[in-house]
């Protein structure tokens, strides 16, 4: 792994997580700067600057063209995100968000795996995450087409008779 002096840890889990997270990057890169990006202020040891940034109930790249520019003038040589669980379900936005930041994109997770967030992993995780649809939402569009399909059904049947008629 190249030189790290610039981390960015984007605060997307619980303080337990960011302790865990904190005490690695540490070890790993103890000259590093980590700059943190919380919802809340948060003080912990170690953290060079903390950017409070409430992005709302979920993370989207839409909703951050502020804190885009609040970081357009810095370089952070690794993004990190934060998992509460292995995977990283649910966190696709934030996966998002760091394909948007920086180059070198890492997910520390709960279970204290440091991994890293190539496009490759990012797309499987797209496909998975869009196969787990709640069962609502396919019956939802299931209910529409057959409802769809009855309406033009009842359409071209008002025809046939006009036709016949004539």
Aim: hydrophobic share 45%.
């Amino acid at each position: 792994m190249k030189e790290i002096h610039n981390i960015l840890l984007l605060r997307t889990a619980s303080k337990d997580v960011c302790e865990k997270a904190l005490e690695f990057l540490k070890v790993m890169f103890p000259e590093a700067k980590i700059t943190i990006i919380s919802p809340n202020k948060i003080e912990l040891e170690g953290i060079y600057k903390v950017i409070v940034y409430d992005w709302g109930d979920k993370i989207s790249i839409f909703r951050v063209k502020r804190l885009n520019q609040i970081l357009r003038d810095k370089e952070f040589d690794l993004t990190l995100c934060l998992w509460e669980n292995r995977k990283g379900l649910g966190y696709l936005n934030v996966d998002l968000l760091l394909f948007y930041i920086g180059k070198d994109r890492y997910a520390f997770t709960k279970e204290g795996d440091f991994i890293e967030l190539t496009k490759r992993r990012f797309l499987k995780k797209l496909f998975h995450e869009l196969s787990l649809l709640p069962l609502k939402f396919l019956l939802i569009i299931t209910l529409t087409l057959i409802l769809g399909i009855t309406y033009v059904y009842c359409l071209l049947e008002r025809i046939l008779l006009d036709i016949r008629k004539i």
